[in-house]
């Protein structure tokens, strides 16, 4: 059993002065987090002239703005949600 704990030890103990493990971060993430949604409202060309269901909830929101109802405004034809209770 003492054998085994030297073996880990030792082995512990080379990988944590291995330099090339270690990455060092020079810069932060400055990547602005965007939902698919709010890329796929960039460019809506994918959509135009379709007819497009939707699988929504009432969480579905679009800042303070449903789905449904910003792919309405926006002239998407919209013919079916779907909207699962549980």
Do not use: C, W, Y
Not at 19 to 36: C, D, I, M, R, W
């Amino acid at each position: 059993m003492a054998v085994k704990v030297a073996v880990i030890g030792a082995f512990l103990l080379s990988s944590s002065s291995n330099s090339s493990a270690v990455k060092e971060v020079k810069e932060p993430n400055t990547h602005k987090l965007q939902l698919g949604i709010e890329i796929l409202l960039e460019d809506l060309s994918a959509l135009e002239g379709k007819k497009v269901g939707v699988v929504a909830n009432k969480t579905s929101q679009i800042r303070k703005t449903h789905l449904v109802d910003t792919l309405l405004s926006r002239g998407i034809n919209l013919l079916t949600i779907f909207a699962p209770e549980h």
